[in-house]
């Protein structure tokens, strides 16, 4: 095994323990920790053993190993992306009707008129 | 008579803003100032020249004030409403103007135009600025108005109950226009005459702000 290979298994290892730790705390759904599961374990087979990689790319009708490897995890940032810029607006919004309704709650008129 | 009320949305305006609400006070029954958790004393000096505060806790951005401004004045039992500006860039005579274009009853909202009448001071940054904000408005909601960034507007109540603001900053004036098309209310424009100084032209929207709102825009209209 040379040390990129040891570094990304490491990562991995992480981020598997950590998908781990949020579904014991109730933070992952069992369908949620099936899936990273899943993308944790393909990467840590691409990365032990590339020739997986070349196989899948031979299916897709893409050149290389590594070409599939990079373009999957560019769409996959694209989504994660998205999906954190519509959480970011949803709490902006929320933030501003609670802001809203704490400014509103005693609004009155004065009682002398204009 | 209708009850007029005035929102101003005002974020650290302390030097300009006992002037705006006086102003404002000649003309409407009731001033709502909202208070976009400015950290001088915008909301003490706004109440103590004679308006209703609202104050935001956290600063929330130009469209999250209006919204609590249009929500505020229907609370506070308004008839007619219009939006000025706290900068002291409108004049009291045009909201007026606004207003009294509703009453007439031909229409549910009016935009304030600095361009039906080309009076004032625009300088050609702001015309430029505006003309693509004109343009990029009638790309995305197909209404040409010939003012869609003017801060001085007026509606019913019945159009501010149906009008839903979403957007947080700037981008809000052109989601007005969006709301008045899908929601079909019957637009008019009145001339306006915009006083600049250099306090209100430090305070409008910058080159870059200008993209951002605009980058926003696309956003929003590809997402929602």
């Known amino acids: 095994m040379n040390a990129i290979q040891l570094v ?31 993308l944790w374990a393909g990467i840590v087979a691409v990365v032990l053993r590339p ?27 694209f989504y994660l992306q998205f999906r954190l810029f519509s959480r970011l607006e949803d709490h902006e919004r929320q933030i501003t009707a609670l802001t809203r309704e704490l400014a509103l709650k005693d609004i009155k008129e004065p009682p002398h008129g204009r | ?23 404002a006070l000649q003309v409407a029954d009731l001033v709502l100032v909202v208070d976009d958790g400015s950290s001088d004393r915008t909301s003490e000096i706004a109440a103590s020249s ?19 401004g249009l929500a505020g004045a229907l609370r506070l039992g308004a008839d007619l409403i219009a939006t000025m ?17 509703l009453s007439a009853g031909d229409a549910d909202f009016v935009i304030g135009s600095r361009m039906l009448e080309r009076k004032g001071n625009m300088p050609v940054r702001r015309r430029l600025a505006q003309l693509l904000g004109n343009a990029l408005t009638f790309l995305l909601f197909r209404r040409w108005v010939s003012d869609s960034q003017s801060g001085l507007r007026a509606m019913t109540r019945a159009a501010a109950e149906r009008i839903e603001i979403r957007s947080s900053r700037m981008e809000v004036s052109s989601e007005f226009v969006k709301e008045v098309v899908d929601k079909r209310l019957r637009l008019a ?5 915009a006083v600049y100084t250099a ?7 910058s080159f870059l702000v200008g993209l951002q709102t605009a980058f926003k825009l696309v956003l929003h209209k590809l997402l929602d």
Request: net charge positive; charged share 25%; with cysteine.
């Open chain 2, 199 to 205: 306090y209100s032209l430090s305070k409008g929207q």
């Open chain 2, 189 to 193: 424009e009145v001339p306006i005459e």
């Open chain 2, 50 to 68: 004679g308006a209703v505060v609202a104050r935001h806790a956290v600063n929330r951005g130009l469209g999250g004030a209006l919204g609590t």
């Open chain 1, 51 to 77: 020739e997986t990689a070349s196989f899948l790319a031979r299916r897709l009708g893409v050149g290389r190993g590594a070409d599939v490897v990079v373009y999957l995890a560019v769409a996959a940032l």
């Open chain 2, 85 to 101: 500006d706290a900068d002291g860039q409108h004049r009291p005579e045009d909201a007026k103007r606004a207003l009294d274009r």
């Open chain 2, 1 to 23: 008579m209708e009850k007029r009320v005035i929102v101003i949305p005002a974020y650290n305006e302390e030097r300009t803003i006992a002037e705006a609400v006086r102003g």
């Open chain 1, 8 to 38: 990304l298994v490491v990562f991995s290892c992480f981020g598997f323990g950590a998908a781990v730790a949020r579904f014991r705390r109730g933070r992952l759904s069992r369908a949620q920790l099936l899936i990273w599961s899943l």
